[in-house]
């Protein structure tokens, strides 16, 4: 089985995630870009440090060579970003990173790349997916052969990365601080890009958690106020300006502040839409998912912009980005870019912004986001994952989306939507959402409100009226 959710296709190893698999996959892909004439560039391959993607990368290589598909391979564990920009940079039709971002150790998966260097639309993961079941034969090339004749060509497009990255960044603001900073790549793929950058703009820099472990130290690698425990207790203790954590393939980030605070993503999308507009003087609107912060609305009515709200999956937010020339646009989870980087998200670049956020404005994090919240008030949301039998999710979705029934909620409901899943919103600017998640076999249902018991009474009335 390979389904495409919102991030890729992802399986547990040994189940669906499999050599034959990753061949399969890779043979569909193939087909379609032969049919549509698109072999006249290469596909980027990159991959990150989990169980097996190395070797994946090499097997979706093999296929390519097979069918006389030009492949390159970032022959290093690659952040997803990086292998965006190198798609984005050749102006390849097809890129993939053998990784499962931010799921337990024992999934995997590939994310999918076109044009452009953005996440794969559901247009296209649905065509692959109809090539899949046409497949009937897979041709391939040992990578060593394939390699000394030319069918394969090992590449490491890291320091022209780090170079844009850098020239997006006001350097010499950023040297005159010397901020302390403190990195958990979380046993991930953000080591060697992030040190480079910081310490080029000569921050004091320390790493925790850098070893290749696929097991990722037990922990979930996603960086979260729970999985960065250990980072938020060493910068109080040792007195960093800011702790930075990223996840698997270091499209994500978590902020520690100097206060032990953790920062929650909605808030980092909001000091940086600030920042960009109130600081850099950058002009234009925002865009989110359904389930990230209204804070962002309220922000771009005072600017006289607009936040645009799209459904999950930052293929949506790229293309809405595209659409109106947005300044920035990120979701709950973590995810961000801004105008004139990659079409995807990058929390190797969106840390390094932070960092320029800090010394520019010679503020503290927790200083510019009181800034924030006394102009547009105080939010706060919860996030729940909710496991439930298969058999039942049947009539979950009856429920939720088919009679449209709703608890008895503790405050009063203005409206509804169901542009993916299902969203909540009250009288008192505040909402929830319901939706399965695309990746896992979970319901997640999330609230943002003025207070946090709100929000638990909100979260909680959904869950009972379930019954999950």
Request: one cysteine or more.
């Amino acid at each position: 089985m390979i389904k495409f959710g919102t991030g890729g296709w992802r399986s547990i190893i040994g189940e669906d995630f499999t050599k034959a698999n990753i061949r399969l996959l890779t043979q569909a892909i193939c087909n379609e870009i032969k049919d549509s004439g698109k072999d006249d560039k290469p596909v980027i391959i990159g991959y990150d440090r989990r169980f097996l993607s190395d070797l994946g990368a090499r097997w979706i290589c093999e296929v390519l060579a097979g069918n006389d598909v030009p492949a390159e391979l970032i022959d290093k564990n690659a952040p997803t970003p990086l292998i965006m920009f190198e798609v984005k940079k050749k102006e390849a039709y097809y890129g993939a990173a053998v990784t499962a971002s931010h799921n337990p150790a024992i999934y995997n998966g590939v994310k999918i790349f076109t044009s452009g260097g953005r996440d794969a639309s559901m247009e296209t993961t649905d065509l692959i997916e109809k090539y899949i079941d046409k497949v009937t034969d897979i041709k391939s090339i040992d990578f060593e052969k394939a390699c000394s004749d030319g069918l394969i060509v090992k590449t490491d497009p890291s320091n022209e990365y780090i170079d844009s990255i850098l020239g997006m960044i006001d350097s010499e603001a950023v040297r005159k601080r010397n901020l302390r900073v403190l990195l958990d790549p979380m046993y991930g793929v953000s080591k060697t890009s992030l040190q480079t950058i910081l310490l080029t703009l000569r921050c004091d820099l320390d790493i925790i958690n850098d070893r290749h472990d696929t097991l990722f130290g037990g922990r979930l690698p996603s960086p979260s106020a729970a999985t960065l425990l250990h980072l938020k207790q060493l910068v109080v203790e040792k007195k960093y300006d800011i702790g930075i954590g990223t996840d698997g393939d270091a499209d994500r980030l978590g902020v520690i502040d100097d206060e032990g605070r953790f920062i929650h993503p909605n808030e980092i999308l909001a000091l940086l839409y600030y920042y960009l507009f109130k600081y850099k003087g950058w002009k234009g609107d925002v865009v989110r998912n359904l389930a990230t912060t209204s804070l962002l609305d309220d922000m771009a009515a005072d600017f006289g912009m607009k936040c645009h709200e799209v459904p999950v999956g930052f293929k949506h937010i790229s293309s809405a980005m595209e659409r109106t020339d947005a300044v920035i646009g990120g979701e709950s989870s973590g995810g961000l870019t801004i105008r004139g980087h990659i079409k995807g998200k990058d929390g190797i670049f969106a840390a390094t912004l932070l960092i320029e956020m800090m010394c520019v404005t010679q503020k503290k994090i927790s200083g510019m986001l009181n800034d924030i919240y006394s102009r547009y008030g105080y939010r706060t949301m919860v996030e729940n994952a909710y496991s439930f039998d298969a058999c039942k999710k049947e009539s979950l979705v009856k429920m939720l989306y088919v009679d449209r029934k709703l608890p008895d909620f503790p405050m009063t409901v203005i409206k509804t939507s169901y542009m993916d899943g299902l969203k909540v919103y009250f009288e008192n600017k505040g909402w929830l959402i319901a939706r399965f998640s695309g990746t896992e076999p979970l319901l997640r249902v999330f609230s943002e409100m003025p207070d946090k018991e709100s929000a638990d009474a909100a979260c909680e009335a959904m869950k009972d009226f379930l019954g999950v």
